[in-house]
């Protein structure tokens, strides 16, 4: 079975600082990991994704994240935050199976 | 390019009711998945339709059906709905075969809400 784990429900920063979203997984085998955005009554946005290539992988919009298999990890970052960004995030993880989300993180941007 | 597109926007039932929601993929996809986002989760695969054919299922009960068209667009249908059904029901499209998964692209959501 996969699963992923959001590591924060909630995340707050202010504009033009840096942004961690944390994501840990679990796979019995080399998964593909998605991170999507959804911004409030809209649906899903694919940010970037991790398929066995490259383990840093860059997303729409600065977003990007590293795939570190020993630490099961895939965290999202951006080196500066826009008031933009605010919205919902998910990492989710597949093997080419149904898609299997993380409850969520909400990012808080201050201005 | 449309993209996937879903109807209605909005839909208010009463408990017991029946409800068909409506999903148009993007150019070019085959392959219809449908998903239940209830309020502060996220989303949770229904089941998967490809070539007019269920494919894959979910933990979801029979009361959940769905159909998929010869172009290739789908319908999700709930029976007997309960207060628990209301959400935001996604509905995914993406090319067959190997990469039904991978190349996903979901469209803007019905939001169900039963009363």
């Known amino acids: 079975a996969q699963s992923v784990t959001q590591l924060d429900s909630h995340v707050s920063v202010s504009e033009g600082t840096p942004v961690l979203l944390r994501c840990n997984y679990s796979s019995s085998y080399s998964p593909s990991l998605f991170w999507y955005v959804q911004h409030p009554n809209k649906g899903l946005q694919l940010l970037l994704k991790?398929?066995?290539?490259?383990?840093l992988v860059k997303g729409i919009n600065g977003f990007e994240a590293e795939f570190k298999k020993s630490e099961t990890s895939f965290h999202l970052t951006k080196p500066s935050a826009h008031m933009s960004d605010a919205a919902e995030y998910f990492c989710v993880v597949t093997r080419n199976t149904p898609l299997v989300f993380g409850k969520g993180t909400r990012l808080s941007v201050i201005a | 390019d449309a993209g996937v597109t879903q109807s209605p926007t909005h839909l208010i039932k009463t408990r017991g009711q029946q409800v068909t929601l409506r999903c148009s993929p993007k150019?070019?996809?085959?392959?219809v998945s449908w998903y239940q986002q209830a309020l502060g989760q996220g989303p949770q695969f229904i089941f998967q339709y490809y070539e007019e054919e269920e494919r894959q299922r979910g933990n979801f009960p029979d009361r959940f059906s769905g159909h998929q068209f010869p172009n290739y667009s789908s319908e999700l249908n709930v029976n007997a709905l309960l207060l628990g059904d209301s959400a935001l029901y996604l509905c995914?499209?993406?090319?067959?075969?190997?990469?039904?998964?991978?190349?996903?692209?979901f469209g803007p959501g019905t939001r169900l809400t039963v009363l």
């Open positions: 991790y398929t066995s290539a490259a383990t």
């Open positions: 150019s070019g996809h085959d392959t």
């Open positions: 995914a499209s993406s090319p067959g075969g190997g990469r039904a998964y991978i190349e996903q692209f």
